[in-house]
């Protein structure tokens, strides 16, 4: 079971979210794949403002996200609906915010409520906000990975901040067509290649850990008990078993 989890991490973030990580190759994509290319971005959008800000509230327990920042999709990329008190900021990542060669990158269900504290908002969601700018402006993933690859080198994209994490803990959560609602989690970011570090993916580990070289960095996530509206999650030997977002 632990092997399966693994491979949702390597395949996507969403996040982380994620929103989302990518170190196991995804199936080619043929002309006939469904999600060959991008949607119109309209698509990609909640049509009511309301509720996205509720959505993405509800990726963290009340006591973090009704003090937070809270942003939502538009044309032009995200932008600040409600201002924050804690250092916290939730939004929805949509399909793009995984490595672009997850199978759904241009999945337009993908809904992925994500939390980021104060260190991954400042560090790690900037590169979440440029790739929702390229995909905005009708950028291809080719475009999308060469541009985050010079952000980092150019030091454009900030380098990932000590103490980066975040919860994904809504129960409403879209991962994939396969995993609608995955399992609530915490994850942390981490800069390069960490996973021997923490010890994750060992046996008996609770951690699980995925390196994800196009965004040069290592998410660790841990599972936890409950939902964020409290109600108890699904075992682990519920969980999916197919590789998705996570």
């Known amino acids: 079971m632990q092997t399966k989890a693994i491979r949702l991490l390597a395949l996507a973030i969403l996040a982380q979210v994620v929103l989302y990580a990518a170190s196991v190759p995804a199936p080619a994509q043929g002309p006939t794949a469904p999600y060959a290319a991008m949607a119109p971005l309209g698509q990609y959008m909640i049509p009511d403002r309301a509720s996205e800000i509720a959505l993405a509230r509800s990726a963290a327990p009340n006591s973090i996200s009704d003090a937070a920042e809270v942003l939502v999709l538009g044309n032009d990329g995200y932008s600040t609906a409600v201002k924050g008190t804690n250092g916290f900021v939730c939004l929805v990542q949509r399909s793009w915010a995984a490595a672009t060669d997850f199978a759904e990158f241009w999945n337009p269900k993908i809904l992925a409520p994500i939390c980021l504290n104060a260190p991954a908002a400042r560090s790690y969601l900037q590169i979440i906000l440029m790739k ?81 070289p196009e965004e040069r960095l290592t998410i660790f996530l841990v599972w936890v008990g409950h939902w964020s509206d409290e109600t108890p999650a699904p075992s682990e030997h519920a969980a999916p078993t197919q590789h998705k977002m996570n």
Not at 178 to 205: Q, R, T
């Open 132 to 212: 929702t700018k390229l995909v905005a402006a009708g950028k291809s993933k080719v475009e999308i990975a060469q541009a985050v690859k010079s952000g980092l080198d150019s030091k454009d994209l900030p380098p990932l901040e000590s103490g980066a994490m975040c919860y994904m803990m809504s129960k409403r959560q879209y991962l994939s067509d396969e995993n609608k609602s995955w399992h609530p989690h915490m994850m942390w970011f981490v800069p390069g290649d960490a996973s021997e570090s923490w010890g994750a993916n060992l046996p008996g580990s609770p951690t699980l850990a995925a390196n994800d």
